[in-house]
């Protein structure tokens, strides 16, 4: 199973950007798809983004789309996600997934970070 730590969340304000990273640790990150998905208090967990360990994607939720950009580092076994033009409504914990297909859907990925907290107030 891969280890995966986010790191970067925080306060922002609406319109701000924030760089959300995924390290992994114990596997070699370029050999699987990775992911990020969000949960927001009282909703259930949704699809923001993945990218494949080929040259298939990147995928976006259509709510982030032309905003976020997900991107690898394999040298540095590091995916990252790139947050633009933030809105409140873009306020929940991140999660970083590792799986063996970029998609949308969280059965597709066996191995998940422990989350971290983006804000973005109004």
């Known amino acids: 199973q891969v280890q995966l730590v986010e790191s970067g969340g925080g306060l922002v304000q609406a319109g701000g950007s924030l760089r959300l990273s995924c390290a992994s640790s114990?596997?070699?990150?370029?050999?699987?798809?990775a992911g990020w998905f969000r949960q927001a208090p009282g909703k259930q967990r949704e699809f923001v983004a993945a990218?494949?360990?080929?040259?298939?994607?990147?995928y976006y939720a259509d709510s982030v789309k032309g905003r976020f950009t997900i991107s690898r580092d394999n040298a540095k076994n590091t995916v990252y996600l790139q947050m633009n033009s933030l809105k409140p409504e873009d306020t929940a914990v991140y999660f970083c997934a590792a799986g063996h297909i970029a998609s949308g859907y969280e059965g597709d990925f066996g191995s998940w970070g422990q989350g971290t907290q983006v804000t973005v107030s109004s």
């Open positions: 114990g596997h070699i990150f370029s050999n699987y798809a």
């Open positions: 990218i494949s360990w080929s040259t298939d994607g990147p």
